[in-house]
């Protein structure tokens, strides 16, 4: 699809605004109030407990969802995403948490879905096939055919597609849901390595993670999420994972900084990590 | 095989780098690799055909005229009406969907163009289009009520099966019975006009071409590419096999008429639909709103649009198989298209290999499925059988083909294949 404006984005300049964002289920108030910036060359990891809402946000920018009020800016425009479509053709990509695969397909059907090369009127598989073997190649993906269906994947190489799939057709904005949490040492380096090369050719991320250790590894800016309210927002070289574990927990004496207070003395900062 | 020993290509190709896919190189490479598939409950049309091949040597055991041409000939007559309105139902279970009134559809659309022509003293193109854009009409409904409404395909097409026989017996009023004239040009297409040799002969010559030429094109494209091209003795005997095939089957049906026109527009179909589905974005499209529909939703897919295509693809289809079949049974009436059409078409389609639980299927299976059937009808009439056995046979063929397709699915997703 060329839908997407070819000018390049301008570093620094916002891409993704989002404000007064509110979305309900019945009676759950999955995001109240809810705003976000994203600029063009900039990794924003987006954390948050559990349930804090930060899948229902993405989906929102994604057109899965319709926010019931509240503003989307993308690329100096005010928008109103009406389905997926229409969220790709702007130039915004995502990896969702469930990975969104169509089982019967194989990797190459998958990974081209919805925008698919053509040879004239019909499908030009070796093209995508080529292509495919590139993408996966620069996630170093472990995957021994393209040509399975993806039901014969393991989880980690479903997740690896999945991500290999926003890489497809030229977005501006990409976002990763818990990109890593299926997959093993080298393939979540990879992830991250590409989150940096994604950010230096000056596309703006959103990147969901439980990982502080992964977070603070590529985010420029982190927003802590809260029941689905904004809780705080810290530049990451400023902050350190005690600030980090508290904000996303909401208070000081929790389960998670009381193990910590117990520990004292030992200066190991990894403790907030865990999921 | 000489193609992945290449020189030019300094690196293994892309696509079999990995060393934990089994190589498939070589004859014996590629035939393990489909015995690996077909143990994977990839069964595909394997069963349809090894079922038509034990029906033809039962019924020829029993009748030795069932194999013979004029046989042959009015079983491919006798399959294709029924055969078209299959293929729409291969359409909508691919969305793993069902429509139970194709059946009332094509009688009420065949009604409509036998009124037209007889009563209204309309052309009989004009009658055609009309009948077959009632169905087209028809499937939009279908496809606003699902989309739009929510309702499940099998209410609403249950509601059709009913109210469209009803349409039947309103259109044909009291008349009853509508009997097309002997110089109709619809009775003659359905049951008089044949293939001459040589254009039959000419024809084969331009599919198994066509074939090579596209097999030889891909080799190209894929060396250029960096990826293995098929391999070249393999597009060389499936060739020969098709050719020879064809070429036999020709010359066989040959003896007798040869390939009825009303059969070579059903393939002509089949075919036309198959490159839709596996070349086209929309068929692509197709699959994948059978597969996971959400997933779909996500990339971008219009699934609306997918089901509307398709709901108004098979009532369409349904409509000109009705018409058809009026061509062929030479009039219309108010048992046109009733339980016995629906339920052979539907059947069609699944003993042919199509998934009832979507994603999953092929344009041909509403080929083999309707042959296997007629030849059972044809079979059994040969040999004397009441039609109360033909409805139990029938039956239990089904089922088969079902229990069939439920333990391929399980052997599947127990051997990584989804
Ligand atoms: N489709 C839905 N219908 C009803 N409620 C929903 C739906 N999707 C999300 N919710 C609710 O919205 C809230 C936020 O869910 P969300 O998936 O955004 O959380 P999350 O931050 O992504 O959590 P996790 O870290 O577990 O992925 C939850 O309370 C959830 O129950
Ligand atoms: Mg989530």
């Not at chain 2, 040969?382 to 397709?405: K, P």
Request: with cysteine; charged share 15%.
């Amino acid at each position: 699809m060329s839908a997407t404006t070819t000018e390049k984005p301008v570093t620094g300049q916002t891409v993704l605004s989002l404000t007064g964002i509110n979305k309900r289920f019945g009676a759950v108030q999955a995001l109240t109030d809810v705003h976000l910036e994203v600029a063009a060359g900039e990794v924003v990891a987006l954390v948050g407990d559990n349930g804090a809402g930060k899948s229902t946000l993405v989906k929102v920018i994604s057109g899965v969802y319709q926010p019931d009020e509240g503003d989307i800016t993308f690329a100096g425009r005010k928008i109103s995403v009406g389905g997926p479509s229409d969220a790709q053709a702007l130039g915004i990509a995502t990896v969702f948490q469930d990975l969104a695969l169509c089982d019967n397909l194989d990797v190459v059907a998958n990974l081209f879905l919805g925008q698919e090369r053509l040879l004239g009127p019909v499908l030009d598989e070796v093209t995508m096939e080529k292509e495919a073997w590139r993408l996966l190649r620069t996630l170093s993906a472990k995957i021994p055919s393209v040509r399975i269906p993806i039901a014969g994947l393991s989880g980690g190489q479903r997740q690896t597609v999945a991500i290999a799939r926003s890489l497809v057709g030229n977005p501006k904005l990409v976002m990763l849901d818990e990109p890593t949490a299926a997959l093993g040492v080298a393939q979540t380096a990879e992830v991250l390595n590409l989150v940096e090369r994604l950010r230096e050719t000056g596309l703006g991320v959103i990147l969901i993670s439980h990982n502080m250790a992964d977070v603070q590894a590529v985010a420029d800016r982190i927003v802590v999420m809260r029941l689905g309210r904004n809780a705080a927002e810290f530049r990451t070289e400023e902050t350190t994972t005690e600030q980090l574990v508290a904000a996303i927990t909401g208070a000081s004496d929790n389960v998670v900084a009381a193990r910590a207070s117990r520990r004292a003395g030992t200066t190991d900062t990894t403790e907030g990590a865990g999921q | 095989m000489s193609a992945t020993t290449d020189e030019t290509q300094s690196a293994v190709a892309a696509d079999i780098a990995d060393e934990r896919l089994i190589q498939s190189q070589g004859l014996g490479g590629q035939a393990r690799a489909v015995w690996n598939r077909l143990k994977g409950g990839e069964l595909g049309m394997l069963p349809v055909v090894i079922g038509l091949i034990v029906i033809s040597l039962v019924f020829y055991s029993q009748e030795p005229t069932f194999l013979s041409s004029k046989s042959l000939v009015n079983i491919t007559l006798f399959a294709a009406p029924v055969g078209v309105i299959a293929l729409g139902i291969v359409l909508v279970l691919l969305l793993g969907e069902i429509d139970l009134s194709v059946g009332s559809v094509s009688g009420f659309a065949a009604a409509s163009m036998a009124v037209l022509v007889a009563n209204k003293s309309q052309s009989l193109i004009v009658g055609m289009i009309a009948g077959i854009l009632i169905g087209t009409l028809i499937g939009s409904v279908y496809a606003l009520l699902y989309t739009r409404l929510g309702v499940p395909s099998f209410v609403f097409s249950l509601a059709g099966l009913l109210g469209f026989q009803g349409a039947l017996l309103y259109v044909l009023g009291d008349q009853g019975t509508i009997v097309l004239p002997t110089d109709s040009g619809l009775r003659q297409f359905a049951r008089e006009r044949f293939l001459s040799d040589g254009a039959a002969y000419v024809l084969l010559a331009v599919v198994v071409l066509a074939y090579v030429g596209s097999q030889l094109l891909l080799v190209r494209r894929r060396k250029a590419a960096g990826l293995t091209p098929p391999n070249l003795t393999m597009v060389g005997i499936k060739a020969v096999l098709l050719a020879g095939g064809l070429g036999f089957l020709t010359y066989y049906l040959g003896i007798d008429r040869g390939w009825g026109y009303l059969f070579v527009l059903f393939v002509a179909l089949v075919v036309v639909m198959d490159l839709m589905l596996r070349k086209t974005t929309w068929g692509r499209h197709v699959y994948a709103v059978g597969g996971n529909e959400e997933a779909a939703r996500r990339a971008g897919i219009k699934v609306g649009r997918i089901y509307f295509s398709v709901f108004a693809a098979t009532s369409t289809f349904a409509a000109l198989g009705g018409i058809l079949l009026a061509g062929q049974l030479t009039s219309v009436s108010q048992s046109s298209g009733t339980t016995d059409t629906n339920l052979t078409a539907i059947a069609a389609a699944v003993i042919g290999g199509t998934s009832l639980f979507g994603g999953r299927g092929s344009a041909y299976s509403a080929l083999l499925g309707i042959i296997v059937l007629q030849a059972i009808q044809s079979g059994l009439n040969l040999m004397n059988v009441d039609s109360s056995v033909r409805f139990m046979v029938t039956g239990a063929v089904l089922l088969l083909a079902v229990a069939i397709d439920s333990v391929s699915r399980r052997v599947r997703s127990s051997s990584g294949r989804g």
